[in-house]
């Protein structure tokens, strides 16, 4: 019966956090041998003792317990749930053209991610194209290194689904011809009133007196935004509907001057257009097709509009979502560019930082941002998450991406020797992966002497039995440790703790490599690993056994720098 029972409950712990539920195991025991239903109260008997062992097992001893008594178990996988996009309206496949576009004022964070990757699935899934577009029309909020921080950023989150990128400070010519057209055509006019004044006269639903000049004049007065006016004297104006309800789209601003240096054209130009206005016109002249952004651009959407009807032009159709607030976590760029000026934080890619030049370095996969986005999906809900809520999705994205490719290793923090007097010359060959062998095999040497953790050490007991995993069985006597046996099966008799080592052969250190792993906190730990991980390269994530995940950032010449990404 117990042969029954064990692989099931192997399979229940591992895949439940390490403990395994006795009515799920007794539903399938009954399920593959329905012939025990008349032995019920035996079988929970056996169940609850066979219980007690699995669940004081580690998930990897579990996992490998199973793989070695019934690997088939395994292969029964759940399918993966798959989310699907809601359709695009009037969207035609291989047609569709969608657009990314932060403002270059620092690199991605966390709370772009949803966007650009909701974009991004939806041109894969109708064969189109992303265009990545800079918006750098305010010389005032512009960091110069985001340009190809963003643009690396955003084709490692889509993993070069960027078809283009295009840069709004490289293209106020077209913003210029456009400007002048809509002067031309009477739709336009350059407004020097005061400001004040000017918002009087339309809360009156009245025209100013630029608005009323011939056509031949605007002319004249748009030509000198570029030579004679200064910064707040002038400013272009689209005519509207100057009793619209909503005083914001009354004859609204589309160009004005703003002499600060910009980083990328220095002083060349003066005059730049705003938002909508800039907008409208690359939309149009990028043959954007459908938009995906917040519903919080909704009232743009109209201002554009009144570009669009001004120029005889289609609009694209824009699709909205709801804002994700990110509780307890600051995404804020202006803070952060001043924080790292101040020296409070490295860089952007500062290992505390939600940003993900940091998120990359500790390991995190593109495809954990991909289903966090699904999951949301379109939706014009807005949603709060909290930053515990918000790792603990990705985390579990994450490690369903790296778990099934990366290899295990011993580290051990804070090493202390341990002599096992009486432990014979062993080999001990363990699994590079415990579901996959075909990934090879790690093989350690070891003698009487070890390396352990010291908190592990300082918890060791008198008289109780302890085991080094897949390696021999000891036991704490009058302050010595002796050799016990090296069976698993021994240990199960009366053992308390089964813990993780590292060789050490005589005086000389063999088999084990220095290691560092700076955490999350920006705090690190210090100890040693297997020499195995000698032949790893910067950027391989791999797992530290009972620590967690990490990835190889730099090697130095006696030492290992990990970073660590999570559990």
Known sequence: MREIILPYALLNAFKHGGKASAGAVLGHVLAAQPELKSRIKEVQQEIATTLAEVNSLSKDDQLRQLTNIAPSLLEEKKEEKKTELKELPNATRGKVVMRFAPSPSGPLHIGHAYLLLLNSEYVKKYEGKLILRLEDTNPSNIDAGAYKMIEEDAQWLTKNNVASVVIQSDRLHLYYDYAE????????????????????????????????????????????????YKTGEAVLRLKTDITHKNPAMRDFALMRINEEEHPRTKRKHRVWPLMNFAVAVDDHDLGITHTVRAKDHMDNEKKQRCLFEALNWSMPEHCYVGRINFKDLDISKTKTKELIRQGVYSGWDDIRLPFFRALKRRGYQPEAFVRFALEVGLTQNDKTVSEEEFYKNINAFNKDVIDGASNRYFFVEEPKEIVIEGAPDHTTTLLLHP?????????????????????????????????????????????????????????????????????????????????????????????????????????????????????????????????????
């Not at 210090?526 to 950032?553: M, P, W």
């Open 181 to 228: 057209k809509l002067v031309r055509n009477g739709k336009a006019y350059v407004c020097i009133c005061e400001p004040d004044a000017w918002k009087e006269i339309m809360t009156k639903k009245m025209s100013c007196s630029c608005r009323e000049l011939p056509t031949i004049e605007n002319t004249k007065r748009y030509h000198a935004l570029f030579i004679s």
């Open 435 to 567: 579901d996959n062998p075909k990934k090879g095999k790690r093989i350690l040497k070891t003698h009487e002497t070890f390396y352990i953790s010291g908190p592990d050490y300082d918890a060791l007991h008198a008289d109780t039995l302890y085991r080094f995993m897949d390696c021999l069985n000891f036991e704490k006597r009058g302050g010595k440790f002796f050799f016990h046996s090296q069976e698993y099966e021994r240990y199960k008799e009366k053992g308390e703790r089964i813990m993780h080592w590292l060789p050490k052969a005589g005086n000389a250190v063999t088999n084990v490599v220095n290691v560092e792993v700076l955490m999350p906190d920006k705090t690190k730990r210090i100890g040693l690993g297997e020499s195995a991980l000698k032949k790893l390269y910067v950027g391989d994530v791999v797992q530290f056994e009972r620590f967690g995940f990490v990835r190889l950032d730099e090697r130095k010449k006696d030492q290992l720098i990990f970073w660590y990404a999570h559990k």
